[in-house]
């Protein structure tokens, strides 16, 4: 499995982002993956943001789940983050990759190259 984001690169303050993550090589909807976004601001550790399962349902770090939405779009195989607000603060690496979530095995797997979010007026 493969991960591409794009994203708009440079956003104003208080604007909302908009970052795709286009996966080749399987299927959103494979059962048991789960697909997130992660982010990296520079010099800090990477933090993750949330996730939207082969079911649909969605998942949220309860540090930004007042400001983000994930979505996906299965006739594309992609799936999308929407963060509203942005500050500086949110200036980061955006990463999205998969994660196999089981019963029994729990293992991260494909993760994209990631995408570069300034956030500047």
């Known amino acids: 499995v493969q991960l591409q984001e794009s994203g708009p690169g440079l956003v104003k303050p208080s604007q909302t982002v908009s970052l795709t993550c286009t996966v080749s090589g399987g299927s959103i909807t494979t059962n048991a993956y789960v697909w997130n976004w992660i982010r990296q601001p520079p010099g800090k550790g990477l933090e993750w943001m949330g996730a939207i399962a082969y079911s649909g349902t969605t998942y949220y770090s309860p540090s930004l789940k007042s400001r983000t939405s994930i979505s996906r779009d299965t006739s594309k195989n992609q799936f999308t983050l929407q963060l509203s607000s942005v500050t500086p603060e949110d200036t980061a690496v955006y990463y999205c990759?998969?994660?196999?979530?089981?019963?029994?095995?729990?293992?991260?797997?494909?993760w994209g190259q990631g995408t570069q979010v300034t956030v500047s007026s």
């Open positions: 990759a998969v994660r196999v979530d089981t019963s029994t095995v729990v293992a991260w797997g494909s």
